[in-house]
């Protein structure tokens, strides 16, 4: 099992930046690719940023590149979201989760276990 906690979030002005951490015990950090995803007030949930086991790789959804970035401390068993010039439809619940692979799974159906979420609001 591995337990994951978010946090970070917050009331953001648009154009403002938040930095989400999510904290992960349990089984060994670095075995696992790590994923930030969101879901918006009535919408599907949606990938946004994964990050490779060893920090290598990363890939990001279209609508975030340039702004977001994700990093992960396997010293820490953490990983991060850096989210800078934010926009109101970036508003949602963010997760993070975690996949026992060596790809960069941009479906959450391939991610083993998940977090409880933070709320991001960023006012207009």
């Known amino acids: 099992q591995v337990q994951l906690v978010e946090s970070g979030g917050g009331l953001v002005q648009t154009g403002g930046s938040l930095r989400l951490s999510c904290a992960a015990s349990?089984?060994?950090?670095?075995?696992?690719?790590m994923g930030w995803f969101r879901q918006a007030p009535g919408k599907e949930r949606e990938f946004v940023a994964v990050i490779s086991r060893s920090a290598a790789i990363t890939s990001y959804v279209d609508s975030v590149k340039g702004r977001f970035t994700i990093s992960r401390d396997n010293a820490k068993n953490t990983v991060y979201l850096e989210m800078n010039t934010l926009k109101p439809e970036d508003t949602a619940i963010y997760f993070c989760?975690?996949?026992?692979?060596?790809?960069?799974?941009?479906?959450?159906?391939?991610?083993?276990?998940w977090g409880q979420g933070t709320q991001v609001t960023v006012s207009s």
């Open positions: 989760a975690a996949a026992r692979t060596l790809g960069l799974p941009t479906s959450g159906r391939v991610y083993d276990y």
């Open positions: 349990g089984r060994t950090f670095s075995n696992y690719a």
